[in-house]
């Protein structure tokens, strides 16, 4: 299909290139509805990668990129079930979103992600699988997931390993600080810093001259340059579903729901 | 190399640009979250918006807790 409208996310193809954009009120947090809809993408991904060269990831919600993994919708499941139900339902949905962004990393197409606002945890984990970011300047990554007591589980270590220098990982999951656009692109994170409210227009630029390359030639360099780091994806589910039924998990996101202040977003 | 009033004045008028309140409804000593009415995204706004200003960086654990504009511009003076 060529253009496509969700309850979370739509996107259109124009050019040869393809547009996904996330719009999820009220930061574009990953819960089963952005998932069903990640899927419905990665099915259509064939028919796109024949009629597209570049893929652009952005969102549409002024909050940001995404804040994560929809912790509200994860809390309420779990206090619905017992333990063993609900780890056995968050490695199916670990399954399902590894799948989903295991597809998107490996897409035939060149991808970026034009960033903006929070871009954390969850969210931060879809931006990995984009061959390159772009971020705007008022960006912010992070890995937050310690301060539940749980590791990223959506592929983000093994990716950012990938990408950048093992120490600037170990700081950002061991401190869970968020980083700024400048730091980014000082770790290699960002290929790209944008002036504030110009990374998409950027985005389209780069995906415009991405076109103008022979097709074929341009998968393989990808491939080649970005091999799918799959045995440590596999190992950091086991490691995730480990740590879900520890009791520090569960007071970690009550903590975070319960939370009326103004405060969840900050350590 | 700044003095404390001169970084807490730059962020008095750059919290008070960005979040549209009377610069001279903000002290030094204001919570910050209260006088701005922000959440912790916007909280976080404001830091990134701090960060480019002052050109340093400024890791949000060394912020948490804090909610006035002083103590703000202590830590950004620790970094400059």
């Known amino acids: 299909m060529n253009d496509y ?48 060269s570049a893929l652009i990831l952005y969102s549409k919600q002024s909050a940001g990129f995404s804040a994560g993994a929809d912790l509200r919708e994860l809390y309420t499941l779990v206090q619905q079930t017992d333990t ?21 990393d490996m897409a035939s197409l060149t991808t970026i992600a034009a960033v903006h606002g929070v871009c954390f945890g969850g969210g931060f ?29 959506f592929g983000g270590i093994p990716r950012l390993k990938r990408d950048i220098g093992n120490g600037v990982v170990r700081d950002l999951l061991l401190t869970g600080r968020s980083i700024n656009a400048t730091k980014a692109l000082a770790v290699g994170l960002a290929s790209q810093v944008a002036a504030e409210g110009e ?37 950091e589910i086991d490691i995730f579903c480990k740590l879900f039924v520890q009791p520090a998990v569960m007071q970690g996101l009550r903590r975070f729901v319960e939370d009326t202040g103004a405060h969840p977003y900050l350590p | ?11 008095l008028n750059l919290a008070a640009r960005h979040f549209k309140v009377p610069r001279a409804d903000l002290q030094a000593n204001d919570d910050f979250f209260k006088k701005l009415g922000i959440d912790s995204l916007q909280a976080l706004e ?35």
């Open chain 1, 5 to 52: 409208m969700g309850k979370s996310l739509s996107w259109r193809v124009a050019d040869g290139i393809v547009e996904l954009a996330l719009d999820r009120a009220p930061a574009n947090e990953i819960g089963l509805a952005m998932l069903d809809d990640l899927e419905r993408f990665a099915g259509a991904l064939p028919e796109l990668e024949s009629k597209a």
């Open chain 1, 84 to 104: 063993a139900s609900a780890a056995k339902g968050v490695r199916e949905f670990l399954e399902r979103i590894h799948a989903v962004l295991n597809r998107l």
């Open chain 1, 125 to 153: 984990e879809l931006a990995l699988t984009c061959d390159l970011i772009i971020a705007d300047k008022m960006a912010r990554f992070c890995f937050p997931e310690l301060r539940l007591g749980l590791i990223p589980g």
């Open chain 1, 199 to 235: 990374a998409l227009r950027v985005a389209r630029a780069t995906a415009e001259q991405v076109t103008k390359f022979d097709r074929p030639t341009a998968v393989v360099a990808k491939h080649f340059i970005k091999p799918l780091p799959a045995e440590e994806l596999r190992r």
């Open chain 2, 1 to 11: 190399m700044k003095t404390l009033e001169q970084t807490t004045d730059e962020i």
């Open chain 2, 46 to 80: 404001l830091l990134t918006r701090l960060e480019n200003h002052f050109g340093v960086e400024l890791p949000d654990y060394e912020v948490a807790g804090v909610s006035d504009f002083r103590t703000l511009a202590t830590r950004i003076q620790a970094r400059l």
